[in-house]
Structure formats: structure tokens, C-alpha cells
């Protein structure tokens, strides 16, 4: 598992940024040049094979450089995707795995103005290369978030929870009371749609499936703000019927599974309603009725949020004032958006520190295939990867 790294520098894996050096010195150099430890990938395939934990040497730190070590990165599905090669974005390869995460700055080159030494940082991008101990990104390459929140939440805040908000922000003009049911409602996304929904008066209708620990499940999601926790196989009973009696039919559908969970979501949708896919867990196609479509109008979208970051500027997306991180004022991505608004629309406090990932089997299982490296990674630094905390 052990060897010297083929990267030199820890700036190589990018997607995103491939500025040229620059020779300033940083505000504030470290006392010694440090062991950097990466888990990184040279082709894509089973995790399990071609993750290998090596030695890295840490890049001088440029004008527009920071110097970060790395405090918690999560392992996500798309971590996943990518290192199997079937995901979106590609990195070059070599690279670091992990797309998200955070980390301290330790030093910044002469022209950054951004952040400063002690800061916290996230990855503004995928494609960063997470999963090591140290880097050296550019500064456009993160964005500052408070320190005093936890740090798992922080690690986790760039991705499901803004994904989670642009849903409920996009597609349908809800109002508070307005219903939204989703599926795979533990997943991180899923947490997260249920903690903002709540925080901006939505209701929702929140399917999983069946376990033998379901009640622990449901009592959960229950505490973060969810309505009503249903099994997949609750949903297609034909019970149902009686369940939207007495409510109105959701008029927003969030799909991160596919196949026969996706069909369902569309049966109880309203007319006109919209359903939004931005996971496929089954890896199963979207199957929609001709009469869903014809008789009830219903739209099928989808949902990126590296594209959606592509597509608006950062200007927008990352509100500059400071203040509570958890719901949308710093990096929720709010386009034009009042940072406040989540806030002054919450019904019930302290939904904010709480954006954080209960352990799901996809997480296990993305773990499960990555083990030996995470064992090798985490009997030898300090670093933090928060699903073997989990496990
Ligand atoms: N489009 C975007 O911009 C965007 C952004 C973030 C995430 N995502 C995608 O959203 C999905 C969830 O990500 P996450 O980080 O929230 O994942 P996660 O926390 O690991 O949760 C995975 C979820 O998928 C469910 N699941 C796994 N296999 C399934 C199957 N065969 N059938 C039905 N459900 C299944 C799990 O349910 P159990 O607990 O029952 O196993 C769990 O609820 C991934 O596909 C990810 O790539 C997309």
C-alpha cells in the first residue's frame, strides 16, 4: 500500500484549476516542508483495487496559492462514481479521491485576500482531491466557512445540503404548508432536503426502504424535521389513495433512486407537478406512464449541481456575509437570494448544526470497498474520514 507517490505537488489532480506558478513567498510559511499522505487512484476501476495510499511532497505555495491541511472528508457516491469512471467529471489521472471536505489554512501566497491562516476551508468545486492530509490549491479553488460549527457539518455542507436547496428553490414555486415527497430520504441528500424543507415551512413525504431498525429510522428523520417516513412498499399500496384524502398531492418529487421508486413518486405527484432526478441509486431508468404524462402534465427534470455552479457565477452563489453556516447563509449556493430568508421562514430553531449524514448501506457499502485503504490512511494521520467514523 506504501510508496512514493508519482505526484509531486499536491496541486496535480485537477478538474478545475491549472493555473501556472507563481514565485511570491506565502504570508506565513510552515516551520518544515511536511509529509503529505493522499489516497490516490492512476486508473479508474473497483476502489477497492486501485486506491493506494501514497506519500506525496507538498508544492511551494505560489502568490494565489493556500496551504491547507486537511481537518474531515466524507466519502460520497460520486467519490465513488469517479474513481469507477462513471461519473460526469472526470479528473486527469493520477489523482486524489474525495471531492469534498474541509480543512484549515496554514499559509497563503502574497496576493491572497480571501483567507488567512486558521481559516476554514471547503472545495468550491468537485474534482479537488480531498482524501489527503495536506495540499496546496489555488485560492479560487475554495471558499472560507466559519470555524465555529462542527467540523463533520462542515465537511459535508458544499454539496448535499446545497443540492438539497436548489431542488426546493427551482422547480416549483412552493409556498410554506406546500408538500414535497422524495425517496432514499436517509441519504445525505435526502437529511438534508428534510432539515431545509422544514426550515422554509414545506412538509414532506419521505420514502425509504424497509429495515429491520425502520422505527429507529423513522423516529430520526421525524427529529430532523420530517412529516411523514412511508416504505417503498407502503407507497404502493393501494391504501395510499386515502393517505392524500384529506392533503393536498406534492407538487415537487426528488428522485434519487430510479425504476420502480421513481414510478411511484410520479403516481402520487400532483397535476402539473414536477419531479426532479439527481441520483440514480437503482441504476434503473426512470419509467413514467404515458397518462401521467398526458393526463396529469407531470415534468421530469434533473439536477446537477456541478453544472448548476457552472452555469452561475460564484459571484452569486456564495453570499459574502458571515453568520450561521447551516442552512443557507454562507455556501448554500443562494442566487440572488436574501442569506436570511431560510432563516426568517424557519418554524422551529436549531435545525442548522444538524446537516449531517446518518449511516446509510450505500455509505457502508462505498466504505466496505474502500476499507483497506481507509484503514492503512487512518492508523496513520489525524485525518478524518467521516465514514469509518461511522461505521
Ligand atoms: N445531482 C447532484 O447534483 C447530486 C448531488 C449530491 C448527490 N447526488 C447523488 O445523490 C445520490 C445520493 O447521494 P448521498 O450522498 O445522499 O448518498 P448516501 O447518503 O450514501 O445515501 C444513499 C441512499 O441511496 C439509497 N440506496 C442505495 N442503493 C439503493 C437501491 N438499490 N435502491 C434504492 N435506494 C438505494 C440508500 O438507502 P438505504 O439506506 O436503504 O441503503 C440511501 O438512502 C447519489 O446518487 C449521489 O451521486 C447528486
Redesign the pocket.
Known amino acids: 500500500m506504501w510508496g512514493r507517490g508519482a505526484l509531486l505537488g499536491t496541486r496535480t489532480p485537477s478538474l478545475a484549476w491549472g493555473r501556472g506558478w507563481s514565485a511570491a513567498a506565502p504570508c506565513s510559511a510552515p516551520a518544515e516542508p511536511s509529509r503529505v499522505r493522499a489516497l490516490i487512484y492512476g486508473h479508474h476501476g473497483d476502489p477497492a483495487k486501485v486506491v493506494e495510499l501514497k506519500n506525496l511532497e507538498l508544492a511551494a505555495v505560489g502568490g494565489s496559492d493556500v496551504h491547507v491541511k486537511m481537518l474531515a472528508a466524507p466519502i ?3 467519490d465513488i ?1 469517479m474513481i469507477q469512471g462513471n461519473y460526469g467529471l472526470l479528473p486527469k489521472l493520477p489523482a486524489v479521491g474525495g471531492n469534498e471536505g474541509v480543512g484549515q489554512v496554514v499559509a497563503v501566497g502574497g496576493s491572497v485576500t480571501g483567507v488567512k491562516p486558521g481559516d476554514w476551508v471547503i472545495p468550491a468545486n468537485a474534482g479537488l482531491g480531498t482524501w489527503r492530509t495536506e495540499a496546496v490549491f489555488s485560492e479560487e479553488a475554495l471558499i472560507g466557512v466559519p470555524s465555529d460549527i462542527p467540523l463533520q457539518s462542515a465537511a459535508t455542507l458544499g ?2 445540503p446545497c ?1 438539497a436547496y436548489r431542488m426546493l428553490m427551482d422547480f416549483e414555486q412552493l409556498q410554506p404548508g406546500d408538500w414535497v415527497i422524495q ?8 437529511q438534508a432536503v428534510i432539515q431545509i424543507a422544514a426550515a422554509l415551512g414545506l412538509r414532506t413525504i419521505n420514502v ?2 424497509d ?1 429491520p431498525d425502520l422505527q429507529e429510522l423513522t423516529d430520526r428523520l421525524k427529529s430532523l424535521g420530517a412529516e411523514h417516513v412511508l416504505t417503498e412498499e407502503e407507497l404502493r399500496k393501494h391504501e395510499m389513495k386515502n393517505f392524500f384524502k384529506d392533503m393536498p398531492q406534492p407538487r415537487l418529487a426528488l428522485n ?2 430510479g ?1 420502480k ?1 421513481s414510478t411511484e413518486l410520479l403516481r402520487h405527484l400532483a397535476p402539473g407537478g414536477t419531479m426532479v432526478t ?6 434503473q431508468p426512470v419509467i413514467a406512464s404515458v397518462s401521467q404524462l398526458i393526463f396529469k402534465d407531470l415534468k421530469l427534470r434533473g ?4 453544472q ?1 455552479k457552472k452555469d452561475h457565477s460564484p459571484g452569486l452563489w456564495v453570499p459574502r456575509q458571515s453568520g450561521s453556516v447551516g442552512l443557507s447563509p454562507h455556501n448554500c449556493p443562494v442566487q440572488g437570494a436574501d442569506p436570511h430568508a431560510v432563516r426568517s421562514h424557519r418554524p422551529r430553531p436549531a435545525h442548522s448544526a444538524r446537516l449531517l ?1 446518518g449511516p ?4 457502508r457499502a ?1 466504505l466496505g470497498s474502500l476499507n483497506a485503504a481507509l484503514r492503512v490512511f487512518e492508523a496513520d494521520s489525524h485525518h478524518v474520514l467521516i465514514a469509518e467514523e461511522l461505521e
Do not use: D, E, I
Open positions: 460520497n457516491p460520486s462514481n454539496v448535499n443540492t425517496n432514499a430520504s436517509n441519504s445525505g441528500v435526502g425509504v426502504r429495515r434519487c433512486v425504476g421508486s439527481y441520483g440514480g441509486m437503482a441504476k439536477f446537477w449541481l456541478s448548476w449524514r446509510t448501506a450505500g455509505l462505498c
